[in-house]
């Protein structure tokens, strides 16, 4: 009796042990994340983007927060790399836009892709995102009709995801790009850039989606909201923008 006693207790703190282990390593920080943070905490001075988003450069530029309420960044090494830097004015544009969707579409979670360097200039392979105007937003996507977030994890790797001409992903059918949700985004982003004093300039996204962009109540919106939303690309440029969007916006 008191083996099996002895047994359980050991068994027990075993256990207790290795869940307190669990917890300690959940609750450790990271170090190089939070470092990196601390390094370059935003100031109250305004940006200003020079040149052009293809050929300009970028003062005072803006750290995009890691995570906030329903948004994140979509990959760590590309955020310690230094490639999530905005115009001030594009930065407050954005997250006063997710505070918005945080009430128009609750319970759902986007995700930021790449902005550009803390000074602009050439960020690699993009052909823009040289001022701070420019921003890459990850589609939404379902599965069965319901929020999807399995490839979202994917870090940079994401950028190489193929849909088809219908928003569907070339290996999982099932899983479809929720147009209606980047439609209601986009127009969102219109009315809280005028707030700031810009304005969206162009949306690229890849012209074979644009007629599933149009199609539902928000995309029929989108259609007439006067956003520029570019009517061709190179094969090259456009096989690369079905798995985001870009928007470069404009100071007014």
């Known amino acids: ?54 050929n300009g450069s970028l003062k005072n530029g803006k750290l995009v927060p890691f995570h906030g309420e329903n948004y994140s960044y979509f990959d760590k090494t590309s955020y310690l790399s230094g490639r999530a830097f905005l115009n001030s004015k594009v930065l407050s544009t954005i997250l006063d836009g997710y505070k918005k969707l945080a009430t128009t579409q609750p319970n759902r979670n986007f995700k930021i892709m790449e902005c550009a360097h803390k000074h602009g200039g050439k960020l690699w392979p993009h052909r823009t995102h040289q001022n701070g105007l420019s921003v890459d937003f990850m589609v939404p996507k379902t599965k069965n009709k319901k929020p999807y977030y399995g490839l979202d994890t994917l870090g940079v790797n994401h950028y190489w995801l193929t849909f088809n001409n219908q928003g569907q ?13 980047i439609a209601k985004h986009l127009l969102i982003l219109k009315k809280q850039a005028k707030k700031h004093k810009l304005k969206i300039q162009k949306v690229i996204i890849k012209v074979e989606l644009k007629d599933e962009l149009f199609e539902g109540e928000y995309g029929k919106k989108l259609k007439e909201s006067g956003i520029y939303i570019v009517k061709s690309l190179s094969p090259t440029i456009n096989a690369l923008h079905d798995d985001h969007y870009h928007v470069d916006f404009k100071e007014m």
């Open 1 to 54: 009796m008191r083996l099996t006693l002895l047994f359980t207790t050991l068994s027990f703190l075993g256990c207790s042990q290795n869940e307190i282990t669990k917890l300690k390593t959940l609750k450790k920080p990271n170090t190089k994340l939070s470092t990196y943070i601390q390094q370059n905490q935003n100031n109250s001075l305004v940006s200003q983007s020079l040149g052009s988003v293809s």
């Open 169 to 181: 992903y070339n290996k999982d059918t099932s899983i479809t790009i929720d147009f209606e949700s």
